[in-house]
Every structure is written in structure tokens, then in C-alpha cells.
């Protein structure tokens, strides 16, 4: 059994913890060993809290090669401002789990990172290139030959178009279009049930049917 600890607690850490559940429970893989929280002492969903999100709690289960983490600090308008907060950790990408639920349909042609949730119902298209820490949401489609950056996040029912491009930190709220082949710019956002038709600037703030800018993310 591999060894995780998930940096977060209630909300994406308790669904990355739920995933990992459902992955144990057609075959066992997984031994969560806890969370890290910075808030947090007392055990959530009955998992202890093994530290805060720090260094030297890191460097603490670093040296045993069969723990791996997950990071789930994830918010939609303050994603890049947390991502000091990871990169400070110093953790080998190749320390990161990438959970895949056992009810997601995952083209044997499609490239996924490390680091990457995928929840329950999701499918993923051939040609598909996902890069790391990208978390998609329950029954979120992912056409073929679409390309998720490092960052990128796919809320529930979002259908990314075929070769679509997510760049780094884009984020897709619930229930979500895009056309094919259009680009989403780094640390753009794309607000609930947006329907998105051309080409986002980075960092914009965008909402509606046809998707139009309302602002930027700071
Ligand atoms: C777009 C979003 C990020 C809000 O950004 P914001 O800067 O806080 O925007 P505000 O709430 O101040 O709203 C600004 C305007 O846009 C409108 N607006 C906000 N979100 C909208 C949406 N998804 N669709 C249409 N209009 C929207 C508001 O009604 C408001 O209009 P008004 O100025 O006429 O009153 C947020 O509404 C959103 O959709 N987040 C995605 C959440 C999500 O998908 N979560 C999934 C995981 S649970």
C-alpha cells in the first residue's frame, strides 16, 4: 500500500479523501495516513491531523519513498496567490498522487500528471494531455485533444470542446461550455454555467451566454 497525506481538510481535501476511499474500496491502494492543516487539530472525517501545511512537517514523511501527498488549497479567485504555499514545500512533482476514481472513463491515449484528482463519472478523451495539480469535478467531459495546464481546475459538469486549451490556473465553474479549440487564458476564470465561445485573456473574469468579460482576477 502507498501512503497519502492530503495538505487541505473539509471540502477538496474531504473529496480527494473520498475518492481515495472509493479507489480502496475495488482494490486497496491507498493508506491516508492523515491531513495537514494549518487550522485544524482535530481528526477530520476521523483521519488525524498530522501538522500544518509547512516545511518541516513536509520534511518530516519526505525520507519514507511511499508516502505521497496531495494538495487541495484551491479557491476560484485566489488560486495563484496560494501557490506560493506549494512550490515553498519543495516536494519532487513525482511525490504527488494523482487519484483517478474507479467510475471515470479515461482514454488509454490520454497523458495525465502528477498531483491530478479526477472524481467520480468523468470522461476523458483520447489525446488528451492533463498536466499537474489539475482537479476535475464530478461528470465533467474532457474532449479529445484538450490540453489542462498545470493549475487548471474543472468544476462539476463543465464540457471542455475537443483541443480546447486550459493554460496554467484556468478555472471552469460548474456546469460550463467551451467551443472547440479555443484557448483559456493563465488564471482566467469562467463563471457558473458560462458559456464560452472565444478565446480568454489571461486573468479575466468571465460569465454568461455568449461568456463576456466582466472583469479580471486581481
Ligand atoms: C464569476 C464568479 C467567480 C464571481 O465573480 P465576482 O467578481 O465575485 O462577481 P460578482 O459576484 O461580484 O458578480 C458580478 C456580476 O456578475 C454576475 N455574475 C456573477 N457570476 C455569474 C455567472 N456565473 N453567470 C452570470 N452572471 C454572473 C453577477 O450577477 C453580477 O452582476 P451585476 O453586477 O449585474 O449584479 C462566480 O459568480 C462564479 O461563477 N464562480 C464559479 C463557482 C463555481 O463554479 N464553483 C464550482 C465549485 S463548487
Given at each position: 500500500?502507498?501512503?497519502?497525506?492530503?495538505?487541505?481538510?473539509?471540502?477538496?481535501?474531504?473529496?480527494?479523501?473520498?475518492?481515495?476511499?472509493?479507489?480502496?474500496?475495488?482494490?486497496?491502494?491507498?493508506?491516508?495516513?492523515?491531513f495537514?492543516?494549518?487550522?485544524?487539530?482535530?481528526?477530520?472525517?476521523?483521519?488525524?491531523?498530522?501538522?500544518?501545511?509547512d516545511?518541516?512537517?513536509?520534511?518530516?514523511?519526505?525520507?519514507?519513498?511511499?508516502?505521497?501527498?496531495?494538495?487541495?488549497?484551491?479557491?476560484?479567485?485566489?488560486?495563484?496567490?496560494?501557490?506560493?504555499?506549494?512550490?515553498?514545500?519543495?516536494?519532487?512533482?513525482?511525490?504527488?498522487?494523482?487519484?483517478?476514481?474507479?467510475?471515470?472513463?479515461?482514454?488509454?491515449?490520454?497523458?495525465i500528471?502528477?498531483?491530478?484528482?479526477?472524481?467520480?463519472?468523468?470522461?476523458?478523451?483520447?489525446?488528451?494531455?492533463?498536466?499537474?495539480?489539475?482537479?476535475?469535478?464530478a461528470?465533467?467531459?474532457?474532449?479529445?485533444?484538450?490540453?489542462?495546464?498545470?493549475?487548471?481546475?474543472?468544476?462539476?459538469?463543465?464540457?471542455?470542446?475537443?483541443?480546447?486549451?486550459?493554460?496554467?490556473?484556468?478555472?471552469?465553474?460548474?456546469?460550463?461550455?467551451?467551443?472547440?479549440?479555443?484557448?483559456?487564458?493563465?488564471?482566467?476564470?469562467?463563471?457558473?454555467?458560462?458559456?464560452?465561445?472565444?478565446?480568454?485573456?489571461?486573468?479575466?473574469?468571465?460569465?454568461?451566454?455568449p461568456?463576456?468579460?466582466?472583469?479580471?482576477?486581481?
Open positions: 500500500m502507498k501512503k497519502l497525506i492530503i495538505m487541505g481538510g473539509y471540502g477538496n481535501g474531504t473529496v480527494v479523501q473520498s475518492t481515495v476511499e472509493d479507489i480502496n474500496a475495488v482494490k486497496p491502494e491507498w493508506e491516508i495516513l492523515g495537514l492543516n494549518d487550522r485544524e487539530t482535530e481528526p477530520i472525517n476521523g483521519y488525524p491531523v498530522l501538522g500544518k501545511i516545511k518541516e512537517t513536509v520534511d518530516r514523511y519526505l525520507p519514507d519513498k511511499d508516502v505521497y501527498f496531495f494538495y487541495t488549497l484551491i479557491s476560484v479567485k485566489m488560486n495563484h496567490k496560494f501557490l506560493h504555499k506549494l512550490l515553498d514545500l519543495q516536494i519532487p512533482e513525482e511525490r504527488f498522487a494523482t487519484v483517478i476514481h474507479p467510475t471515470a472513463v479515461i482514454s488509454k491515449f490520454a497523458k500528471g502528477h498531483g491530478v484528482c479526477i472524481q467520480p463519472f468523468v470522461s476523458v478523451g483520447p489525446n488528451t494531455v492533463i498536466g499537474n495539480h489539475v482537479q476535475i469535478y461528470q465533467a467531459l474532457v474532449g479529445h485533444g484538450a490540453k489542462l495546464d498545470n493549475y487548471s481546475y474543472v468544476a462539476n459538469n463543465a464540457c471542455i470542446g475537443a483541443d480546447v486549451h486550459l493554460k496554467e490556473g484556468a478555472y471552469l465553474g460548474t456546469n460550463t461550455s467551451t467551443l472547440e479549440f479555443i484557448t483559456l487564458g493563465k488564471w482566467s476564470i469562467c463563471g457558473i454555467g458560462a458559456v464560452v465561445l472565444k478565446d480568454v485573456p489571461d486573468f479575466a473574469k468571465m460569465v454568461g451566454n461568456a463576456r468579460q466582466i472583469g479580471s482576477v486581481e
